[in-house]
């Protein structure tokens, strides 16, 4: 029977993320245990758990994959904590606000941006949480971080008229978006930064997270399903692994990828990139032939097998080996948006990890969007 592993858990609406680890802690018996990436109490949606000694050290390759969320946001209204859960404060504005205006406003924050946290947010202040702090009456200074929203749709609108005088006290102004995002990304804000463009005010009413990369909520087991008896069998483990890359000169930035791919399996498969390929994506010939890089790499002692990609189909490794996920480097960032739709087009259950910076501190062009 496993004993490590990863759940995907579908969280109820109400206890925390870190009440959900407290819970499956006494249910399996074991203390290490982790997530990667915390839901408010108030959302719902996909958690992923990391249960054992390797799963929680190997959780930081999944902390960075971008999300994908539902969010019911109502408008007409603040909150001090941008969702249903703080003192909300209602407009009466008396106008209604048309689609054609909610959708030129939310595609407005498509793309790179800086956001700030949320007041009452798990973020540090001095070594304090930020809600602590904020609980307090004390002012918050909080510093804003680098954001992407790859996309977000508009799903619904129940618009009536921002006035309760005249809607009815059981009508509600609301709209309901999908949001792809970075990670780091807080739908709080985005909420609220989207009640100010509107002029009208608004907060998260509900938010649902459907989607942590590809690993998807429809996989996730309801937390009251699991059992001492029957929760190792929704554990989730990895036998082959793969990873990729050019690899003209092994640096310790290579080995790093590679070493902490192996991690995440039992045995790490590695693709060389053919010298056509090498050739295109550096713009360049390479000092060392296809030959002498395959070679290279087959001589590492943690490498399983390395093979020669496909020049003329950069997906047929993927097609053969089939692997049961795939590890991407700091550098492979054209992959993050490729690499699912290609999987779900060849039918495949492979996952997908990124491997955390290499000395970030040192070389900065290694940090991807929404990590920290």
């Not at 969010?71 to 407009?91: H, Q």
């Not at 000169?249 to 791919?261: C, D, R, S």
Request: with cysteine.
């Amino acid at each position: 029977m496993f004993t490590s592993g990863y759940l995907l858990i579908n969280k109820p609406s109400g206890p925390t993320s870190h009440d959900i680890v407290a819970r499956l802690r006494r249910l399996t018996g074991i203390k290490r245990i982790g997530h990667a990436g915390t839901l408010d109490p108030f959302a719902t949606g996909l958690l992923m758990v990391g249960v054992g000694r390797e799963a929680t050290r190997n959780l930081g390759k999944f902390v960075g994959l971008d999300k994908r969320y539902q969010a019911v946001i109502r408008l007409g209204a603040v909150s001090e904590t941008y969702d249903r859960e703080g003192k909300i404060t209602i407009y009466d504005l008396g106008f209604k606000i048309y689609e054609d205006e909610i959708k030129k406003v939310i595609a407005s924050f498509i793309g790179q941006q800086m956001q700030v946290p949320p007041q009452y947010s798990a973020k540090k202040v001095g070594g304090k949480k930020a809600y602590e702090v904020a609980r307090s009456g004390q002012k918050i200074d909080l510093k804003p971080a680098e954001i992407e929203i790859y996309e977000i749709k508009l799903k619904n609108i129940e618009n009536y008229c921002i006035d309760s005088r005249l809607r009815g006290n059981d009508k509600k102004d609301t709209i309901t978006i999908e949001v792809h995002c970075s990670s780091g990304t807080y739908i709080r804000t985005l909420a609220h930064e989207i009640g100010q463009k509107l002029g009208c005010g608004a907060y998260a009413e509900e938010l649902e997270r459907t989607a942590i990369g590809n690993f998807e909520l429809t996989e996730a087991v309801e937390l009251d399903k699991l059992t001492v008896d029957n929760w190792s069998k929704h554990l989730i483990n990895f036998d082959k692994v793969m990873a990729s890359g050019t690899f003209e000169i092994l640096h310790p930035g290579h080995e790093f990828y590679l070493k902490e791919a192996k991690k995440l399996g039992q045995k790490l498969i590695v693709v060389v990139a053919r010298d056509s390929t090498a050739k295109r994506v550096r713009g360049r010939s390479l000092r060392f032939n296809e030959t002498e890089r395959l070679a290279r790499i087959k001589s590492l002692e943690y490498v399983d097998l390395a093979v020669l990609g496909d020049p003329e189909d950069p997906y047929q490794a993927l097609k053969k080996i089939k692997p049961d996920i795939v590890a991407l480097g700091y550098d492979q960032k054209s992959f993050i948006d490729e690499l699912p739709v290609k999987i779900k087009e060849l039918g495949l259950r492979t996952k997908i990890a990124r491997v955390p910076a290499y000395l970030p501190e040192k070389y900065k062009s290694s940090l991807l969007v929404g990590e920290k």
